[in-house]
């Protein structure tokens, strides 16, 4: 899948090279590239953790230093592909040492650099060319060529804009002018972009690989067992359940599906459901890992800075789209357990709440203080920090979760290889950033958006929807976030949408490109671990989600679903959505009580759209439309209380 990206930077061993180091089968040929990783990527978690424990460097230095552990490790974790491997040890050797070179160079010339930053100086020119050219082809190594050849257009738009056809013109600049923006200022890659990437986001991946390493994941997946595993089609619902837990610690699509599909997939499989649909409801729960704090990951910190408010405040505002998100993913596992009379796991199979609760409570406490810490106004690399202290000193108490100095460095050393692809894609948005705002193309477009829509709300939504969509089944959930940020929230805002709505109605629907065949890359991972069809697969986790991409527009009609409001104000938006994605999903799925009609499948669709709106009367329609609906299918159930498709399907 070329082009696209997973969440985390792939490993050609499951072990980190820490452990590796330790391992007496690793071959010695590979003890000097193990060792070289390990001592980067732990270098770079040291780093990051005592910057954000003690306090951050000046904004350049702080990310130039970042930058520079970020494009060592490119070449190492994400090395040439060319038949000849004489020619991929000569290309990632230049990388290397250029990457080596930029990274002397500004900490040496740091803090003089900042005084050049209108006219920088030869060798300014020269080390700022080397350096877009390396977060360009780190780019295409760690994402694809999609992105990297996007940022390289934007470039180049900055220097050839006298050659642009209609609005698009602008008089160009010099080589000089774009060095001075893209690497001597904090406008370009060293920008806000990289700034959240280097303050706030790496110490909550190193959060965490810790997490994990202390055994946090198996807990969640035992309670979730514990919780929903008896359940009508038990396995589906502890996969929405898990990932819901996994995606707060990770904040990542693909690894929530590789962390938890591996243990819910072929349980699903077991009790009844086709492989392409256990791998669709894999898919479709991982991707509201991003979307459920308080980890919500790259992305959510972006929207913090460029909203200019504290973090807490976003995750807080997400909360309630993120919570819809996980209901009407479990209203559509629930009536397709229902329709087609698939039951739930022995319970003597399944973990007991209680033992679960008792052996693993402690390591959900770290969870708590960092929700804490930021609710007491601590800033996120302070919560971060404590939290991972915390992670280390609790898992001290139980043998079972007890980390060991090799485990730490793993943790560290984990923390900082999840960062590359991430830390990559930050400064290419940077980049990005810089071209449109020097360029002023960002108004150009809002113009634009505002000309084809005749500044029509819905229509800018719907077009402002498929753009980040098409970008996202292209590019990771930062990236089509990013682009769209600059280019289309500001036509939303001009219409009157609420900001915060407008960055978030972007966001949700970046995340939605995960499930969006054809590209649809945590349907894909998901798919490789049903052993299904991708695209069936992918189309399976769009159904799925189907009913989720109603949520973006209620909140937008209705901002009170972000906390915009009354308290009032809110729980009735709340019960209204709920009823919203109930109608919309029985709609989707044909079952309610029983097997729907055509009649009541468009009734339920037409009272989710009036639920849709917030409003006085469009919400008294829908509420009715859905009574009518529930009592229809009451009667129906009381004739035939036992019927399902699935025993419907077997007489015929």
Not at 118 to 123: E, G, K, L, W
Not at 526 to 543: C, E, M, R, V
Not at 559 to 571: A, E, K, M
Request: proline fraction near 4%; include cysteine; charge should be positive.
């Amino acid at each position: 899948m070329k082009g696209q990206t997973s969440d985390r930077p792939p490993e050609t061993d499951p072990k980190s090279s820490v452990e590796n180091l330790f391992n007496k089968n690793v071959h010695k040929s590979k003890l000097v590239k193990l060792a070289l990783i390990a001592v980067i990527a732990i270098s770079m978690s040291i780093f990051h953790m005592y910057t954000s424990g003690f306090g951050v460097f000046e904004a350049w230095q702080q990310r130039s230093i970042t930058l520079s552990f970020i494009l060592l490790l490119v070449p190492i974790l994400f090395p040439s592909k060319f038949k000849i491997r004489s020619l991929n040890i000569i290309v990632d050797s230049i990388f290397l040492l250029l990457a080596v070179l930029v990274a002397v160079y500004s900490l040496q010339v740091y803090p003089d650099i900042l005084f050049r930053k209108t006219i920088p100086n030869r060798a300014d020119t020269i080390m700022g060319i080397i350096a877009v050219l390396l977060v360009l082809d780190g780019t295409r190594r760690a994402i694809g060529n999609f992105l990297s050849i996007l940022i390289l257009l934007f470039v180049l738009y900055a220097y050839l804009g006298n050659y642009m056809p209609g609005m698009l013109t602008h008089p160009g600049f010099s080589v000089e002018r774009i060095v001075a923006t893209f690497y001597n200022s904090t406008s370009g890659m060293f920008g806000i972009v990289l700034g959240a990437m280097s303050n706030y986001i790496i110490i909550f991946i190193i959060f965490g690989a810790f997490l994990l390493k202390s055994k946090a994941g198996q807990l969640f997946i035992d309670l979730a067992y514990s919780l929903t595993g008896t359940k009508s089609g038990g396995p589906a619902k502890v996969s929405v359940f898990a990932s819901g837990l996994m995606g707060m610690t990770q904040g990542a699509a693909v690894s929530n599906v590789a962390t938890t599909g591996t243990l819910t997939i072929p349980l699903m499989k077991r009790v009844g459901y086709k492989s392409h649909f256990s791998g669709g409801v894999e898919a479709a729960s991982s991707v509201g890992g991003q979307l459920m704090p308080p980890i919500m990951g790259a992305s959510a910190f972006i929207i913090a800075a460029n909203l200019k408010m504290p973090y807490i405040y976003l995750a807080l505002y997400a909360l309630i789209p993120a919570v819809l998100h996980y209901l009407a993913v479990f209203f559509m596992v629930h009536f397709q357990a229902k329709k087609n009379n698939l039951q739930g796991l022995p319970k003597k199979e399944l973990p007991n709440f209680k033992d679960v609760m008792k052996k693993g409570w402690l390591l959900f406490l770290p969870i708590v203080m960092i929700i804490a810490l930021l609710a007491m106004g601590y800033s996120p690399q302070l919560a971060g920090f404590y939290s991972i202290l915390a992670i280390i000193v609790l898992s001290t108490l139980r043998k079972s979760t007890r980390m060991s100095l090799k485990d730490v460095l793993a943790a560290l050393e984990i923390g900082g290889k999840n960062s590359v692809s991430i830390g990559v894609i930050c400064a290419a948005a940077g980049l990005l950033i810089g071209s449109v705002n020097l360029t002023g193309l960002g108004l150009k477009f809002s113009s634009m958006v505002l000309s084809i829509t005749g500044e029509s709300i819905l229509l800018s939504l719907v077009l402002i929807m498929v753009a980040s969509i098409l970008l996202g089944m292209g590019m990771p959930t930062v990236s089509a976030y990013v682009i769209l940020a600059v280019l289309g929230v500001p036509a939303l805002v001009d219409l009157g949408v609420n900001p915060i709505a407008a960055h978030l109605f972007v966001f949700y629907f970046a995340i939605m490109s995960n499930v969006t065949p054809p590209v649809a890359v945590a349907a894909y991972t998901a798919a490789a671990i049903a052993n299904s069809d991708p695209n069936q697969t992918g189309f399976s986790a769009l159904k799925i989600c189907l009913g989720t991409f109603i949520i973006p527009y209620m909140f937008v009609f209705g901002p009170t679903l972000l906390l915009q409001g009354s308290i009032v104000d809110t729980v009735v938006a709340i019960l209204t959505a709920v009823a919203g994605l109930f109608a919309l999903t029985t709609s989707l799925s044909g079952w309610m009580l029983t097997d729907m009609k055509i009649y009541e499948r468009l009734t339920g669709f037409i009272s989710a759209v009036f639920l849709m709106y917030s409003g006085i009367v469009s919400d008294g329609i829908g509420m009715m439309m859905l009574l009518i609906l529930v009592i229809i299918q009451f009667n129906q159930h009381k004739k035939n209380p036992h019927v399902t498709r699935f025993q419907e399907d077997l007489s015929s």
